[in-house]
């Protein structure tokens, strides 16, 4: 080929300049929340992480409705599409493209997408929540030559069963609705 033009110029080509970088193309995709923690709908993500945070993309498809869980590490999210319910402890809320939410560590919280479209939402976890079967081998590390042998906390999920999540779930949405 002629000018350097590549064979597929609608794909974007594997690119990495520098340990500390990747397309977020070149990121392997996981699943990350398995079906057995879920009411309905699934959750995808592609994870990058470094020593001391971890963010991912991640798309919750409609109908998708976790188990309340929490982890060892503080999480700041952004909205990047879509929309869905967000529940922590006893209280929670309807959360929009554009808007952005924090879950405290070790907060008992999961979520609710209740509209016909996916949410895409931009997370971050500090520690890095890398610690989930599957998401160990999926997410992608971005650390120099010489960080490779820094001791990474590795934070998974944990799965209580004494919350009352449909009842939390009731006054949210009936609160919502009447907002």
């Given at each position: ?71 060892d590490s503080e ?79 590795k934070v998974g ?23």
């Amino acid at each position: 080929m002629s000018g350097g033009a590549s064979s597929s110029s609608n794909k974007r080509s594997t690119r990495k300049s520098s340990p500390l970088m990747i397309s977020l193309d070149d990121v392997p995709e996981t699943v990350l929340v398995p079906a057995k923690h879920l009411s309905g709908g699934s959750v995808g993500a592609k994870i990058a992480y470094g020593a001391d945070a971890s963010i991912m993309v991640a798309t919750r498809q409609p109908g998708y409705h976790s188990r309340p869980h929490l982890h060892d590490s503080e999480q700041l999210n952004y909205v990047l599409s879509g929309e869905l319910y967000v529940f922590i402890d006893e209280t929670g809320f309807l959360v929009k493209q554009g808007d952005v939410f924090r879950v405290p560590r070790n907060a008992v919280h999961w979520s609710w997408v209740q509209g016909t479209a996916p949410c895409v939402l931009l997370e971050t976890h500090a520690p890095p929540l890398i610690g989930d079967p599957g998401v160990t081998d999926t997410a992608v590390a971005l650390m120099t030559e010489a960080e490779k042998d820094t001791a990474i906390t590795k934070v998974g999920s944990q799965w209580p069963i004494d919350i009352d999540q449909a009842s939390v779930e009731r006054r949210v949405v009936a609160r919502t609705a009447a907002a």
